[in-house]
């Protein structure tokens, strides 16, 4: 079980997920819920697919754009922001884009933010010409830093990039946020957001081979009715057809219901699939439009 060398000769596709850590879960669960399921090799490193020729190799996050980049792996979940901070590493270093983003997955949100002491009065990017600011993500500073025009010194810590003000490494810090906490506990306060960040579907920039590529599809779809569903609800319910009108307007985020007609009555049957929460609130607010035994259902699989 354990993975074939040449990348060439492989007719399985291969998917490197972050081993341990905060994407680690919600990666598996995700792929998971597609129909995958894996056994895992005595190393823990490798998980050969069982359902479908779909395997799965456990790595370090930054690693993973490099393996999609040397073909090594076809697919890989990441940050966007690591995605990001690897491919402008690239570009800066002359070479091809090698990676792109192929889908968002709603997971691992995080903003890599500017952030400065509590104590400055912050009046704008201008400020920060000629100071130095520490960062893990040196490319995705740069690029913005360029954007705005400003010219200030870029300082590169691999970890604790929060303290680097108080150690007087730096005047201010680039790194992910997500609560903000961290940043308070160090005395400091976000003022500019560079870019919004979530766990990303990381695919080759160029095209698979029809084996792989057959395979990348299928799971693409899977993909995209499991992103689809994962917060929808099936909403039943039962209504004269007169009062159509009043109730459709109470479900926005539905997709167009499905009406039956019941049998020699002027009632009618609805099914709709609501992509926003179906909380009481709407459930009564339903019932007083003139709804009648309204049934809310989870929704395990879709396929479009
Ligand atoms: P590894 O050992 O795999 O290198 P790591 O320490 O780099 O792990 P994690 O801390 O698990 O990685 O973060 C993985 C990703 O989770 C980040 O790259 C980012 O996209 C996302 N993330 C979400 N919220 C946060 C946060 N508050 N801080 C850091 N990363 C976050
Ligand atoms: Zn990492």
Redesign the pocket.
Same mark, same amino acid.
């Given at each position: 079980m354990s993975p074939p060398t040449s990348a060439t000769s492989r007719d399985r596709l291969r998917i490197a997920i972050?081993?341990?850590?905060? %994407?680690?879960e919600p990666a598996r669960a995700l792929l998971a819920s597609c129909g995958l399921s894996w056994r895992e090799s005595r190393d823990r490193l490798f998980c050969y697919g069982e359902t479908l020729p779909i395997d799965l190799l456990l /790595?370090?996050? +930054? +690693?993973i754009p490099g393996l999609i980049a040397d073909g090594v792996c076809d697919l890989g979940i990441?940050?966007?922001? /690591?995605l990001g901070e690897q491919d402008g590493e690239r570009r800066n270093g002359g070479r091809e884009p090698a990676f792109r983003e192929w889908r968002a997955l709603g997971f691992?949100?995080?903003r890599l933010a500017l952030a400065v002491p509590e104590s400055w009065d912050w009046q704008g990017v201008s400020q920060l010409a000629g100071k130095r600011i520490a960062t893990s993500y040196p490319a995705l500073l740069s690029q913005w830093l360029a954007e705005q025009g400003i010219a200030a010194d870029v300082v590169l810590l691999s970890g604790s990039v929060e303290i680097a003000p108080r150690l007087g490494q730096a005047d201010a810090i680039c +790194? %992910? /946020?997500?609560?903000g906490a961290?940043l308070s506990a160090n005395q400091l306060k976000p003022v500019e957001t560079l870019l919004q960040?979530?766990?990303v579907l990381a695919g080759p920039a160029a095209e698979f081979d029809a084996v792989r590529g057959e395979l990348a599809q299928l799971l693409l779809r899977r993909l995209d009715g499991a992103l689809r569903i994962r917060h929808s609800k099936l909403l039943l319910f039962q209504a004269p057809r007169r009062l159509l009108p009043a109730l459709l307007p109470l479900l926005p985020d539905a997709e167009v219901p499905t009406v039956m007609q019941l049998d020699g009555e002027d009632d009618l049957a609805l099914q709709a699939l609501c992509h926003g929460a179906v909380t009481w609130q709407r459930l009564e607010d339903l019932k007083r439009a003139g709804a009648r035994g309204l049934m809310v259902l989870p929704v395990e699989g879709m396929l479009a």
């Open positions: 972050q081993k341990s850590g905060r %994407l680690a /790595v370090r996050d +930054d +690693d990441v940050g966007r922001n /690591v691992g949100a995080c +790194d %992910l /946020v997500s609560s961290t960040s979530e766990a």
